[in-house]
Every structure is written in C-alpha cells, then in structure tokens.
C-alpha cells in the first residue's frame, strides 16, 4: 500500500514503515537487456547453461539491475503530494546480501528514515529493502535520497 503525504507534511512521515509493493518477476529477459544497456554480460548473468554448472545454479540478476528497480518501487511505496517536482539526488549506503536468481520474484518494503528542509524544498532518505520470495536474507538494501520542490 502506498503511503501518501504532502510535501508540508512530508516530516511527519519520518519513522514510517511502507510497503510492500507487488510482487515482481525477475526474468531473463529484463536480465539480457540490462546486460545489453551496460555491456555486462558476464555469464552468472546471461549464460543459462555455464551458469547451471556455477556458484548459483542458475543465472542471477546483476546487483546494480536490483538496485536500479528501486527507482520502480519507489514510487509504489510513497507518493509525496504537492511537489512540483521530484528527483532522485542519490543513494547512501547499499549492499547486496543476497543474489536474485532468475524467476525469483522480488518486492520492496521500506521506511522513511530522516526528512529535512534544503533549499527551495524537502530532502527525504527512504531505506528501501527489496526482498526475494521465500527466501531469508534481502536482495538489495539502500538509502535513497530524494528531493521534493514545491
């Protein structure tokens, strides 16, 4: 379920926890086009048959392709009203505890850990932890920093 608040409330949502998003597929086919945008095409990633015979057992997603669904959850997690515009002005601290093998699906959850005012608007940090179905440890974790101007 997705949070909403507006930009003059945004403080009030620090300590809030958000999510889940819908579940999301991984599949192989939104693994080889990330490999073709990045021109990473290491064989965890693309070569289902090597990748049978290595560490995973099968291909798994590139983590900076988890990480760059973040940006796709986001916005299912927390809609900030009000702003006549949002952008995303980084990310804090990330990790990767845990490969997404293809056909996993993953999801996010998350929690607004800090609001401040910047110039001209409201700087927001969101620790965004994007889990894999039935399994324990996360995909990916991070900190994004978002800005919102009125």
Same mark, same amino acid.
């Given at each position: 379920?997705?949070?909403?608040?507006? +930009?003059? =409330? !945004?403080?009030?949502?620090? #300590?809030?926890?958000? /999510?889940?998003?819908?579940?999301?597929?991984?599949?192989?086919?939104?693994?080889?086009?990330?490999?073709?945008?990045?021109?990473?095409?290491?064989?965890?990633?693309?070569?289902?048959?090597?990748?049978?015979?290595?560490?995973?057992?099968?291909?798994?997603?590139?983590?900076?392709?988890?990480?760059?669904?973040?940006?796709?959850? +986001?916005? =299912? !997690?927390?809609?900030?009203? #009000?702003?006549?515009? /949002?952008?995303?002005?980084?990310?804090?601290?990330?990790?990767?505890?845990?490969?997404?093998?293809?056909?996993?699906?993953?999801?996010?959850?998350?929690?607004?850990?800090?609001?401040?005012?910047?110039?001209?608007?409201?700087?927001?940090?969101?620790?965004?932890?994007?889990?894999?179905?039935?399994?324990?440890?996360?995909?990916?974790?991070? =900190?994004?920093?978002?800005?919102?101007?009125?």
């Amino acid at each position: 379920m997705t949070l909403r608040v507006h +930009l003059a =409330d !945004l403080e009030g949502a620090a #300590g809030q926890p958000l /999510g889940p998003t819908d579940w999301l597929r991984m599949e192989q086919s939104r693994i080889d086009q990330f490999a073709d945008a990045t021109d990473d095409h290491q064989w965890i990633h693309v070569d289902a048959q090597r990748a049978k015979e290595g560490p995973f057992g099968a291909t798994i997603a590139h983590g900076y392709l988890t990480l760059a669904l973040v940006n796709k959850f +986001l916005p =299912d !997690l927390i809609a900030v009203q #009000g702003a006549s515009m /949002g952008v995303n002005y980084g990310c804090g601290k990330v990790r990767f505890p845990a490969p997404v093998p293809t056909g996993a699906r993953i999801r996010a959850l998350g929690e607004v850990v800090e609001v401040a005012e910047v110039k001209g608007g409201k700087q927001m940090i969101v620790r965004v932890t994007v889990e894999i179905e039935e399994q324990q440890r996360p995909a990916c974790v991070v =900190d994004t920093i978002s800005r919102f101007y009125g």
